[in-house]
């Protein structure tokens, strides 16, 4: 099972670029990697999944060098709203898409 | 509209009282999990059912069960609740494979007493 290592904390300012790095050496073969957003005494949101190279969508972008050992979550023009928890999971493909959390990212954005 | 539907939002029981927490989908996915989450600390996983099969994490405490009557529903049984075992228990589904988008309910947060 591939354990998944991302900085504890982060500080950000409104407007700026965040990129948040995780570190996931054992990834296997099959293995995709998810992100997800978390607001306190809420459930987790997905925000993307990808495999390899670059994945964009409206909220965010995620890049996968080649070796897939880490991965990096790029939130374009932060707002104080994305003030939160970023976990990075690896989904186990087979064990039936079993999602585990590593411990996550806190986000802090400022005015 | 809720896909992911958790009752109740919140729930007081008794120490060693049995308590059940239930969960709901209008998705229709495959996968149904049960998280545990405790203040300041990610979700943790208690087991997941595959379809009907049923996926224990290894340090899951034999005082949490789970059933699957249905694919709608699912739900977490805590035997003989603890002062230890309160805190926000999630439900989510997924598609399973290769789709890793889950979607989670809104909790229920345990308190015992």
Redo the contacts between chains.
């Keep these: 099972l591939a354990k998944t290592t991302q900085p504890i904390s982060m500080d950000s300012y409104e407007g700026q670029e965040v990129n948040i790095t995780c570190s996931h050496n054992n990834i296997a073969t099959n293995d995709y990697i998810t992100w997800y957003q978390q607001f306190p005494s809420q459930g987790p949101r997905f925000i993307i999944q990808g495999y390899k190279t670059k994945v964009t969508n409206e909220v965010a972008s995620l890049f996968i060098p080649a070796d897939r050992k880490s991965s990096t979550l790029s939130l374009p023009r932060v707002s104080l709203s994305d003030t939160a928890v970023y976990y990075c999971l690896v989904a186990v493909s087979n064990q039936g898409g079993k999602l585990i959390f590593g411990q996550g990212t806190e986000l802090s954005v400022k005015p | 509209d809720a896909m992911?539907i958790q009752n109740p939002r919140y729930q007081v029981t008794q120490f060693g009282k049995p308590v059940t927490l239930s969960c709901s989908q209008t998705l229709n996915h495959?996968?149904m999990?049960w998280?545990q989450q405790k203040s300041s600390q990610?979700?943790?996983?208690l087991f997941?059912y595959?379809d009907k099969?049923f996926?224990n994490e290894a340090d899951t405490p034999d005082n949490f069960q789970s059933r699957r009557p249905n694919t709608s529903f699912c739900f977490l049984d805590i035997r003989s609740p603890g002062l230890g075992d309160a805190a926000?228990y999630?439900c989510?589904t997924?598609?399973?494979?290769?789709?890793?988008?889950?979607?989670?309910?809104?909790?229920t947060?345990l308190t015992v007493v």
């Design positions: 992911v495959n996968v999990y998280y990610a979700p943790k996983l997941h595959y099969d996926n926000m999630l989510a997924s598609k399973g494979g290769m789709d890793t988008e889950a979607f989670f309910g809104q909790g947060r």
